[in-house]
């Protein structure tokens, strides 16, 4: 059975390459790093566009991924850390509040417009 680790890579892609070239270099890596792999785009910053990939594989993965990385045109840089359990349990604790926050928020906006539309009923009257 593998030992599989769990690993965060961010990826820097030249902002000159369009966006289907872009995407094309995500999808490769995250094809490599497995199927449980979450890909969050963080936008375009001084370096080029970021990407964040969050994954569970081997310990050999992250080698071949940077081997890859080294000679793929368009990949400006990239990172990897392995994920500590701390680290883990805050991703999971992050998730919560994103969650929790999102759940208020569409509460809220639902308040208001019930809110709204017994106003809209009474000034009808």
Request: one cysteine or more.
């Amino acid at each position: 059975m593998e030992n599989k680790k769990s690993y965060e890579c961010m990826i820097v892609v030249d902002a000159k390459l369009n966006e289907a070239k872009r995407e094309e270099i995500i999808a490769n890596f995250k094809k490599m790093a497995g199927e449980q792999t979450t890909v969050e785009k963080l936008g375009q910053k001084k370096y080029g566009f970021y990407y964040l990939l969050n994954f569970s594989a081997a310990p050999e993965v992250p080698a071949k991924m940077t081997a890859l990385m080294n000679i793929t045109e368009g990949v400006n840089r990239h990172l990897f850390v392995a994920k500590t359990d701390v680290m883990l349990a805050q991703d999971v604790i992050r998730k919560q509040n994103r969650a929790k926050a999102r759940e208020e928020y569409l509460a809220k906006k639902e308040k208001e417009m019930r809110e709204k539309e017994a106003k809209e009923v009474k000034e009808g009257e």
